[in-house]
């Protein structure tokens, strides 16, 4: 195992892709914290309630640490699509298992060196929204680190971007082709469940059900505040999103490693 796990490592690290996706993840979320740590803490007199963005200094500092994370976790999504999906497209799983032969060895490697891509990319996350947002935050006055609640949603900011790397991963394997696996699962990452997720607010019964789709348990993990027509939904506690959300990753990563390791991939 510790083998076929710097193999993983040394597959992804060897390539181009590793330091483009690091850039942009830092850009976005150093971006995104900026833009938030203004709005947040600007003068909304005038402003319908429903649209405000409002809460504790707490609150109003998790916003902004976290407001790149529902870009950077399609980030990660996609590497996990990519660290499968590659090796379909050009033919590479073969020497990979011949290498390895045990395939549940593989899996595993690739399940484990996910999880800590993904981290390493909440790491760079952090970098850019917490030195950026801090900054904003600092120059508005507002406070930087009001509670020590905030430096947990910075923890798990960084088991939510591994998470989703595992959710590409079984979406990589699920759907063949790797192009179409990114475009669907990006798709239904970013604008599909998003709007499912909306259209279920219109019903009591729905809010209970859409507590529980993916970008809502992120939310739930992450807290902050939630402006707009979304505002005032039920939402999970944090603990309990962490778990929902591993296992939509758990599911999606099992079945398509189950199915990996009795396919016929010749």
């Known amino acids: 195992m510790p083998g076929?796990?710097?193999?993983?490592?040394r597959k992804y690290f060897t390539t181009r892709m590793w330091w483009g996706m690091a850039i942009a993840v830092f850009v976005v979320s150093a971006g995104f914290a900026a833009l938030f740590g203004f709005l947040m803490t600007m003068d909304q007199t005038g402003t319908p309630p429903e649209q405000q963005f409002g809460g504790s200094p707490e609150e109003v500092a998790k916003s902004v640490y976290t407001a790149g994370l529902?870009?950077?976790?399609?980030?990660?999504?996609?590497?996990?699509v990519m660290q499968i999906g590659s090796e379909y497209r050009h033919k590479t799983i073969t020497?990979?298992?011949?290498a390895v032969p045990k395939r549940s060895v593989v899996m595993g490697a690739k399940v484990l060196s996910l999880l800590v891509i993904g981290a390493?990319?909440?790491v760079v996350s952090l970098a850019g929204s917490v030195g950026v947002g801090a900054a904003v935050l600092s120059a508005r006055g507002a406070e930087i680190f009001p509670s020590a609640g905030v430096g947990r949603t910075l923890a798990l900011s960084l088991l939510v971007l591994?998470?989703?790397?595992?959710?590409?991963l079984g979406a990589g394997i699920l759907i063949p082709n790797q192009v179409a696996a990114l475009l669907i699962s990006v798709g239904v990452a970013w604008i599909v469940e998003p709007l499912v997720g909306f259209a279920?607010?219109?019903?009591?019964?729905?809010?209970?059900?859409?507590q529980y789709l993916?970008?809502?348990?992120?939310?739930?993990?992450?807290?902050?505040?939630?402006?707009?027509?979304?505002?005032?939904?039920?939402?999970?506690?944090w603990w309990a999103g962490a778990l929902v959300l591993a296992g939509y990753a758990v599911v999606l990563a099992g079945i398509g490693s189950w199915r990996t390791v009795r396919a016929d991939i010749s």
Not at 4 to 9: G, P, Q, S, Y
Not at 162 to 168: F, K, P, T, V
Not at 200 to 210: L, Y
Not at 215 to 232: K, L
């Open 4 to 9: 076929a796990i710097r193999a993983e490592f």
């Open 70 to 80: 529902g870009v950077a976790y399609l980030l990660t999504l996609a590497v996990g």
């Open 95 to 98: 020497s990979t298992f011949l």
């Open 120 to 122: 390493m990319y909440g």
């Open 162 to 168: 591994g998470l989703w790397a595992l959710i590409g």
């Open 200 to 210: 279920f607010t219109f019903w009591d019964w729905g809010q209970d059900v859409a």
């Open 214 to 237: 993916p970008s809502a348990a992120t939310q739930a993990m992450v807290g902050g505040v939630t402006g707009g027509p979304t505002a005032g939904a039920a939402q999970l506690e």
